[in-house]
C-alpha cells in the first residue's frame, strides 16, 4: 500500500500537528504573546511580506496597549 493511498495515515499526521499548535497558542495567548505563524517556505520566498505582517502586529499591539493608559 502506497502511503498516500491511506487517509487515516494522513488524517492522524496533519491533526497532530494542529492540535499541538492549538494547545501552545492558547498557553502563549494566555501569558500575553500575540501569536503569528509562518510556513518556512513563505519566510525563504517572502521574508518582506513576513516582515510586513510582524511590524504591523507590534504597531497594532503598541495602539492596543495605548488605549489602556487613556
Not at 495567548?29 to 513576513?50: A, P, Q
Amino acid at each position: 500500500m502506497q502511503r498516500g493511498s491511506n487517509p487515516d495515515y494522513w488524517i492522524k499526521k496533519i491533526e497532530k500537528p494542529q492540535i499541538r499548535d492549538s494547545e501552545v497558542n492558547k498557553k502563549s495567548l494566555f501569558l500575553g504573546w500575540t501569536v503569528i505563524r509562518f510556513w518556512g517556505k513563505d519566510i525563504l520566498k517572502n521574508i518582506d511580506e513576513c516582515v510586513r505582517v510582524i511590524q504591523e502586529t507590534i504597531f497594532q499591539s503598541k495602539i492596543t496597549n495605548s488605549d489602556d493608559f487613556f
